[in-house]
């Protein structure tokens, strides 16, 4: 039996580009390990979208999750643009810029690896991103260059991203960034496999994906000072 937990998110309607957007806030009391906006699909309902916040919570990090493909799929202008009323929900919070991390599947994927390149957060996560081949023709010629360390993860067995795809992302992106990036490919699944399906491989895909995930941001988001290590801080100033 599962004894767990579960925190039901709240919902608020934020205006992103003069449109409104639904979002789901949950939001975490005391002193939260960091901020993640969270982009991922509920076309097919809220459930997975509050799993993964849940799962976020249980790390210490309050979230916002938000379809970008609520109205069918935007320009990626429109997209960035919501992910900007996103972080700068967290900043009315008091989150600064390197306590927030971005985490993205499918088009938010997309959207997460684009974000990176034109925001300095803690940290960017791209699930099985979108449209990988044309972000590569931007990135190869140094056209952009990631500000947000990132980390990619995709399926071998997905068409919409080869392998040979795969590989010279990972190449134009290294090459034209100063921050650090990693990529993660996992053989014998497709694009989907942190569903988290019932075969072996692809519920072994599943579960290193997350792991991974939460392991960059502990690593590079960085935490907000409990009051006591705020008055340390401080004390030590006035000391000097």
Do not use: K
Not at 80 to 107: D, H, I, K
């Amino acid at each position: 039996m599962d004894c767990a937990v579960r925190i039901q998110p709240n919902f608020v309607v934020l205006e992103s580009d003069g449109c409104p957007m639904r979002v789901a806030t949950l939001l975490l009391g005391g002193v939260p390990r960091g901020a993640i906006v969270l982009l991922r699909s509920a076309a097919t309902g809220w459930t997975d979208v509050f799993e993964a916040m849940n799962g976020l919570a249980e790390h210490g990090y309050e979230s916002v999750a938000a379809d970008l493909g609520a109205d069918g799929v935007p320009g990626d202008d429109d997209a960035l643009r919501s992910v900007a009323v996103l972080v700068e929900l967290f900043g009315r919070r008091g989150w600064t810029g390197e306590q927030v991390g971005l985490v993205g599947y499918g088009y938010g994927g997309r959207i997460a690896l684009l974000a990176a390149a034109t925001t300095t957060l803690g940290a960017a996560v791209s699930v099985d991103p979108d449209g990988v081949a044309d972000i590569v023709a931007r990135f190869a010629p140094g056209d952009l260059a990631l500000c947000t360390p990132w980390l990619g993860m995709f399926g071998w067995e997905e068409p919409a991203t080869p392998v040979p795809v795969v590989s010279r992302l990972g190449h134009a992106v290294a090459n034209s960034s100063s921050v650090f990036t990693q990529l993660v490919s996992y053989p014998g699944v497709a694009g989907h496999f942190y569903q988290d399906a019932r075969e072996a491989v692809a519920h072994a895909a599943a579960f290193d994906s997350w792991q991974r995930i939460v392991e960059w941001l502990d690593a590079r988001v960085v935490p907000r000072p409990t009051p006591l290590a705020e008055a340390w801080r401080l004390r030590q100033l006035v000391g000097r």
